[in-house]
């Protein structure tokens, strides 16, 4: 692209980055110092970001607090949170912040120019003229503050941030990675937590608060992307005249990140961390090895993209030799680590969960073993080729989920731009990375690797161990602190305290002034069109099986996908069938062993994927079809082979090694369990869901909270005799993976579809003709449990559904901008910056008429609830006008209008054909919403609060919490015995 560079900037690099198929510049702002990277292309998912080195200099929180905080206004934006304006009244197709050890970034995406712009001012806005120096509520609010009732009320702490990280430390698998840095790098910054320990938060002071950001974020420590198809000149002129210009000469900074001292060969640094569990819970095989190494400077790249692949093929792959041979000493319950990158020194580390204490030089020796028998000629070549192979194939393929391809590259760039300046494209040359690793693989480089790893320098093991008590010991701790230090003030000092929470509640709870109603540009009415984007549904059949042919642009790639139908599987079955998906190309097969097998399907395919997959008729409460579903991603010239390993895995996989399906059935059992404390929200809400609705008790009884505890009772039973899960998967598989439930979905080439049908008709006939259950079995709805999960967990996930009372009304696609405005207007400001929880959120099905509110690292949980069960009422007390009727519109669109890869429009489109939705009907439910009036959310809000009236809860939380609440509960159970 041709453009001139404004006489306010430098060029200090430019190049055409062959990879990525266009330009990129580095340029300096020659007043500021402002780092600029320009990445101009065709991509219409335009992407602006701004990052900052914020290396922390203790654990405080003081990096983490501030990305919160400078999103609380600003100097142009004077909204007490802007962010929230923007996400509840822009066309963003991304929006958030992210806090990592050494660098704080602030990203946003729009497909709309306009949209575009706004987002790029507000966000600068926030970072340089930020209302944190005019507020001090904002800082109590996100960061921490004290509350009370007065006179001789015990002294409380509350925050956002405070209770995000209350919920982080309460879950060992998120604990074990903080707490291996902290014992490789005692005298780094990495050795701190940038996010905060919640103890070191309380004593963060405003004045050292304001300090870090105000010498971290300037422009001359700030690093500046633009991305996609933008106007280059634009945009920069924009940034130099409203930005980088005001601020004056002398104010520059730089941050250096310090090498961390080495230990020396042979000396492994211990550290022995305590970590809590219930009261009540086994704390026997509970404590979790981490070994780490430092490896070789970030500004490697050869080398980093090495020590990925090598973190995977040693540590993380099914077959891998670290992996095994703990396994084999039976060590762990999950093995699992690898490279930990994202920093100036990045470390490879190796993890056993659920293992013993005194097990721990047996670690380490098995460890450096098994890296000195890769070091001399064990390593698999053939596993590191495939995981080069699949590595091409994610980059050609271009497909980033949720994520804008721009923030992706961004986030690579700074890998080493933030370290080192001399090549900010380095991490962006991705195929000629891979293309110089396969070319050293054959020469023994990756061996010589694996030899570092036995004769490194600096070395530690983390020993984190059980604890029973120790959330309730940490409580009763902070409870007596608080309660000495409210002894030691004076009554003019609690008195001041008093008058800070109060001016907080005031602050919070003040009507929105017109100024800042109005601070943040929204898009003109008539903006939006209700046009959907095509679906692309070509019904036919291949060897008498329903299929959908999606004519899309591939790009060349072969999308596959096979779905089983199991909607009558019986419930007791369900839990079994979610260990088959886990098992499915992980066990041998009657022609190959099973590391063979994975290398092979990596050598052939992008990806190759076992899940499930459920569809709600459209407008039925009760009618729905789950299948098991098998995705295969392969470039068009490898999917005969592709498909012969499809159906070899399918027809000949063999459950007859009792050891293998322990190991997968242990580490599924480790995955979720670190899930439930992790995102304990998801399970809490399908939980509540499956008292009143058959679909959701489906899904409850096959990967739910009712699979799980049914799972750990199956555990023990394999423990006694595995003959019998051994044949029921062997007879699920047999049933499951036949011609009678098989549907499917295809998007390919033109030119690749004919091969493509063939390769898919010779996998048909291979499967066995199966039958069907004369009657799909009915799951029904639990019931109105209100069931309470405690764990040692210092936070609660709080869920509560219900279903709406007038059924006639229904499908209601209005009911969309209800549950949208629910979660932005009412659950955010009650919920959230009142409460403390890390997040919140209404779900309302506006076909089915089921409503879910749930709430994530939560330190309540009756006033959460309670705040839920008068979501209407307080949603018609907003008294929400015409003007913030149009934003909450812009806001719900904006979850509709996203750009889509060509699997994520194949996978729209089959939901579409699976639930009977209509391309005429989507086009209608999109002019409801435009159409909506301030009378219709009133209507909608009545609905909503008769529905809550009588709503069932479900908890996944602390010991403490759940007990001072025990008789609302109709059960409360331990997660963890």
Same mark, same amino acid.
């Given at each position: 692209?041709?453009?001139?560079?404004?006489?306010?900037?430098?060029?200090?690099?430019?190049?055409?980055?062959?990879?990525?198929?266009?330009?990129?510049?580095?340029?300096?702002? *020659?007043?500021?110092?402002?780092?600029?990277?320009?990445?101009?292309?065709?991509?219409?998912?335009?992407?602006?970001?701004?990052?900052?080195?914020?290396?922390?200099?203790?654990?405080?929180?003081?990096?983490?607090?501030?990305?919160?905080?400078?999103?609380?206004? %600003?100097?142009?934006?004077? =909204?007490?949170?802007?962010?929230?304006?923007?996400?509840?009244?822009?066309?963003?197709?991304?929006?958030?912040?992210?806090?990592?050890?050494? *660098?704080?970034?602030?990203?946003?995406?729009?497909?709309?120019?306009?949209?575009?712009?706004?987002?790029?001012?507000?966000?600068?806005?926030?970072?340089?003229?930020?209302?944190?120096?005019?507020?001090?509520?904002?800082?109590?609010?996100?960061?921490?503050?004290?509350?009370?009732?007065?006179?001789? %009320?015990?002294?409380?702490?509350?925050?956002?941030?405070?209770?995000?990280?209350?919920?982080?430390?309460?879950?060992?698998?998120?604990?074990?990675?903080?707490?291996?840095?902290?014992?490789?790098?005692?005298?780094?910054?990495?050795?701190?937590?940038?996010?905060?320990?919640?103890?070191?938060?309380?004593?963060?002071?405003? &004045?050292?608060?304001?300090?870090?950001?105000?010498?971290?974020?300037?422009?001359?420590?700030?690093?500046?992307?633009?991305?996609?198809?933008?106007?280059?000149?634009?945009?920069?002129?924009?940034?130099?005249?409203?930005?980088?210009?005001?601020?004056?000469?002398?104010?520059?900074?730089?941050?250096?990140?310090?090498?961390?001292?080495?230990?020396?060969?042979?000396?492994?640094?211990?550290?022995?961390?305590?970590?809590?569990?219930?009261?009540?819970?086994?704390?026997?095989?509970?404590?979790?090895?981490?070994?780490?190494?430092?490896?070789?400077?970030?500004?490697?790249?050869?080398?980093?993209?090495?020590?990925?692949?090598?973190?995977?093929?040693?540590?993380?792959?099914?077959?891998?030799?670290?992996?095994?041979?703990?396994?084999?000493?039976?060590?762990?319950?999950?093995?699992?680590?690898?490279?930990?990158?994202?920093?100036?020194?990045?470390?490879?580390?190796?993890? !056993?969960?659920?293992?013993? &204490?005194?097990?721990?030089?047996?670690?380490?020796?098995?460890?450096?073993?098994?890296?000195?028998?890769?070091?001399?000629?064990?390593?698999?070549?053939?596993?590191?080729?495939?995981?080069?192979?699949?590595?091409?194939?994610?980059?050609?393929?271009?497909?980033?989920?949720?994520?804008?391809?721009?923030?992706?590259?961004?986030?690579?760039?700074?890998?080493?731009?933030?370290?080192?300046?001399?090549?900010?494209?380095?991490?962006?040359?991705?195929?000629?990375?891979?293309?110089?690793?396969?070319?050293?693989?054959?020469?023994?480089?990756?061996?010589?690797?694996?030899?570092?790893?036995?004769?490194?320098?600096?070395?530690?093991?983390?020993?984190?161990?059980?604890?029973?008590?120790?959330?309730?010991?940490?409580?009763?701790?902070?409870?007596?602190?608080?309660?000495?230090?409210?002894?030691?003030?004076?009554?003019?000092?609690?008195?001041?305290?008093? &008058?800070?929470?109060?001016?907080?509640? =005031?602050?919070?709870?003040?009507?929105?002034?017109?100024?800042?109603?109005?601070?943040?540009?929204?898009?003109?009415?008539?903006?939006? =069109?209700?046009?959907?984007?095509?679906?692309?549904?070509?019904?036919?059949?291949?060897?008498?099986?329903?299929?959908?042919?999606?004519?899309?642009?591939?790009?060349?790639?072969?999308?596959?996908?096979?779905?089983?139908?199991?909607?009558?599987?019986?419930?007791?079955?369900?839990?079994?069938?979610?260990?088959?998906?886990?098992?499915?190309? *992980?066990?041998?097969?009657?022609?190959?062993?099973?590391?063979?097998?994975?290398?092979?399907?990596?050598?052939?395919?992008?990806?190759?994927?076992?899940?499930?997959?459920?569809?709600?008729?459209?407008?039925?409460?009760?009618?729905?079809?789950?299948?098991?579903?098998?995705?295969?991603?392969?470039?068009?010239?490898?999917?005969?082979?592709?498909?012969?390993?499809?159906?070899?895995?399918?027809?000949?996989? %063999?459950?007859?090694?009792?050891?293998?399906?322990?190991?997968?059935?242990?580490?599924?059992?480790?995955?979720?369990?670190?899930?439930?404390?992790?995102?304990?929200?998801?399970?809490?809400?399908?939980?509540?869901?499956?008292?009143?609705?058959?679909?959701?008790?489906?899904?409850?009884?096959?990967?739910?909270?009712?699979?799980?505890?049914?799972?750990? !009772?199956?555990?023990?039973?394999?423990?006694?005799?595995?003959?019998?899960?051994?044949?029921?998967?062997?007879?699920?598989?047999?049933?499951?993976?036949?011609?009678?439930?098989?549907?499917?979905?295809?998007?390919?080439?033109?030119?690749?579809?004919?091969?493509?049908?063939?390769?898919?008709? %010779?996998?048909?006939?291979?499967?066995?003709?199966?039958?069907?259950?004369?009657?799909?079995?009915?799951?029904?709805?639990?019931?109105?449990?209100?069931?309470?999960?405690?764990?040692?967990?210092?936070?609660?996930?709080?869920?509560?559904?219900?279903?709406?009372?007038?059924?006639?009304?229904?499908?209601?696609?209005?009911?969309?901008?209800?549950?949208?405005?629910?979660?932005?207007?009412?659950?955010?400001?009650?919920?959230?910056?009142?409460?403390?929880?890390?997040?919140?959120?209404?779900?309302?099905?506006?076909?089915?008429?089921?409503?879910?509110?749930?709430?994530?690292?939560?330190?309540?949980?009756?006033?959460?609830?309670?705040?839920?069960?008068?979501?209407?009422?307080?949603?018609?007390?907003?008294?929400?006008?015409?003007?913030?009727?149009?934003?909450?519109?812009?806001?719900?669109?904006?979850?509709?209008?996203?750009?889509?890869?060509?699997?994520?429009?194949?996978?729209?489109?089959?939901?579409?054909?699976?639930?009977?939705?209509?391309?005429?009907?989507?086009?209608?439910?999109?002019?409801?919403?435009?159409?909506?009036?301030?009378?219709?959310?009133?209507?909608?809000?009545?609905?909503?609060?008769?529905?809550?009236?009588?709503?069932?809860?479900?908890?996944?939380?602390?010991?403490?919490?759940?007990?001072?609440?025990? !008789?609302?509960?109709?059960?409360?159970?331990?997660?963890?015995?």
């Amino acid at each position: 692209m041709s453009f001139t560079i404004p006489d306010t900037y430098e060029l200090v690099k430019s190049e055409f980055i062959e990879d990525l198929g266009f330009d990129g510049y580095i340029l300096r702002h *020659k007043m500021s110092g402002a780092r600029v990277c320009l990445l101009p292309c065709d991509d219409t998912n335009k992407l602006f970001c701004i990052a900052f080195a914020t290396p922390p200099e203790d654990s405080k929180g003081t990096p983490h607090i501030i990305e919160h905080t400078v999103l609380c206004g %600003s100097e142009k934006y004077p =909204s007490r949170d802007p962010f929230m304006q923007l996400v509840k009244g822009s066309l963003h197709t991304f929006i958030n912040a992210m806090t990592y050890p050494d *660098k704080t970034m602030y990203p946003v995406s729009s497909c709309n120019d306009a949209d575009f712009r706004i987002l790029t001012d507000v966000y600068l806005d926030a970072v340089f003229r930020p209302n944190i120096y005019r507020r001090p509520e904002i800082f109590m609010q996100e960061g921490w503050h004290y509350e009370t009732d007065g006179g001789d %009320s015990p002294l409380t702490v509350n925050g956002v941030v405070y209770s995000e990280m209350k919920g982080k430390s309460s879950s060992p698998d998120s604990n074990v990675f903080d707490e291996l840095l902290y014992t490789i790098f005692p005298d780094s910054v990495y050795g701190r937590c940038s996010g905060g320990e919640p103890a070191d938060i309380l004593s963060l002071s405003r &004045e050292e608060y304001l300090d870090f950001h105000r010498r971290h974020y300037d422009p001359s420590n700030s690093y500046i992307m633009f991305y996609g198809d933008i106007d280059p000149e634009e945009r920069l002129d924009y940034l130099d005249r409203e930005y980088l210009s005001t601020v004056a000469e002398g104010e520059k900074t730089s941050f250096f990140i310090g090498q961390q001292p080495r230990f020396g060969k042979g000396n492994v640094r211990m550290r022995r961390v305590a970590y809590p569990v219930g009261t009540d819970e086994d704390d026997s095989s509970k404590t979790y090895l981490a070994w780490g190494s430092l490896t070789c400077d970030a500004s490697d790249e050869t080398e980093c993209a090495a020590w990925e692949i090598l973190g995977e093929v040693l540590v993380n792959d099914p077959a891998a030799p670290v992996k095994r041979a703990l396994t084999d000493a039976g060590i762990g319950q999950e093995i699992y680590g690898g490279f930990l990158n994202h920093m100036k020194e990045p470390v490879f580390s190796v993890i !056993a969960k659920n293992t013993d &204490e005194d097990r721990t030089e047996e670690f380490l020796s098995i460890i450096k073993e098994t890296f000195r028998a890769v070091r001399d000629g064990g390593l698999n070549r053939r596993a590191v080729r495939a995981f080069i192979e699949r590595s091409e194939f994610k980059f050609r393929e271009n497909a980033y989920g949720s994520y804008p391809r721009g923030l992706d590259l961004f986030k690579n760039m700074l890998q080493s731009w933030i370290y080192t300046e001399d090549d900010p494209f380095r991490y962006l040359r991705v195929l000629k990375i891979l293309g110089e690793l396969k070319e050293r693989l054959e020469e023994g480089y990756f061996e010589s690797l694996a030899g570092k790893l036995i004769d490194t320098d600096h070395e530690s093991v983390t020993v984190l161990v059980p604890e029973k008590g120790l959330a309730e010991k940490e409580d009763k701790a902070l409870a007596d602190k608080l309660e000495a230090f409210r002894r030691d003030r004076t009554d003019d000092e609690l008195r001041r305290i008093k &008058e800070d929470f109060d001016s907080l509640r =005031s602050y919070q709870e003040a009507p929105e002034t017109d100024e800042e109603k109005n601070c943040v540009p929204t898009l003109p009415r008539g903006s939006i =069109s209700p046009e959907p984007e095509p679906l692309f549904n070509r019904e036919t059949t291949l060897c008498g099986v329903p299929a959908v042919i999606h004519d899309i642009n591939t790009n060349g790639i072969v999308y596959l996908r096979l779905l089983f139908d199991i909607t009558d599987v019986p419930a007791e079955d369900l839990p079994i069938v979610d260990l088959l998906i886990e098992s499915m190309g *992980k066990v041998d097969t009657l022609r190959t062993a099973y590391a063979d097998l994975v290398d092979d399907v990596r050598l052939t395919a992008g990806g190759l994927d076992f899940d499930t997959a459920l569809f709600r008729k459209k407008n039925s409460r009760d009618e729905f079809t789950a299948y098991l579903s098998v995705s295969l991603r392969v470039l068009g010239e490898k999917t005969a082979h592709a498909i012969d390993l499809l159906k070899e895995i399918i027809s000949e996989s %063999s459950f007859s090694d009792p050891a293998r399906v322990r190991e997968i059935f242990d580490e599924m059992m480790s995955a979720k369990s670190r899930d439930i404390l992790y995102s304990g929200h998801e399970f809490a809400s399908d939980r509540c869901l499956a008292y009143i609705d058959p679909y959701s008790a489906f899904n409850d009884s096959l990967d739910g909270l009712g699979s799980y505890f049914r799972q750990t !009772a199956m555990l023990k039973e394999f423990e006694e005799g595995p003959e019998p899960l051994l044949r029921d998967l062997e007879r699920l598989r047999c049933e499951i993976f036949s011609r009678s439930r098989l549907t499917v979905s295809l998007a390919a080439e033109s030119g690749d579809l004919p091969a493509v049908e063939r390769g898919i008709g %010779s996998l048909v006939k291979s499967l066995p003709e199966g039958s069907r259950r004369s009657h799909d079995s009915v799951i029904n709805p639990l019931g109105l449990l209100n069931e309470a999960f405690s764990s040692a967990s210092q936070v609660q996930y709080v869920a509560a559904a219900s279903c709406l009372p007038d059924q006639t009304r229904l499908p209601d696609p209005g009911m969309a901008l209800i549950d949208f405005a629910v979660s932005g207007e009412v659950l955010y400001p009650e919920v959230r910056l009142k409460g403390g929880a890390y997040g919140c959120s209404c779900t309302i099905n506006s076909s089915t008429g089921l409503v879910l509110f749930r709430s994530y690292r939560d330190p309540n949980l009756s006033s959460t609830l309670d705040v839920y069960r008068s979501a209407g009422e307080l949603l018609k007390s907003l008294k929400i006008d015409d003007e913030k009727l149009w934003q909450l519109i812009i806001g719900t669109y904006s979850r509709i209008l996203r750009p889509l890869s060509p699997f994520q429009k194949m996978y729209r489109s089959f939901y579409a054909y699976a639930t009977g939705k209509t391309l005429d009907e989507i086009r209608e439910d999109r002019k409801k919403i435009l159409g909506m009036t301030v009378r219709d959310v009133e209507e909608r809000a009545d609905l909503l609060s008769r529905a809550m009236e009588n709503c069932g809860f479900c908890v996944i939380g602390g010991e403490g919490a759940i007990d001072k609440d025990r !008789a609302m509960f109709g059960s409360v159970k331990k997660v963890f015995e």
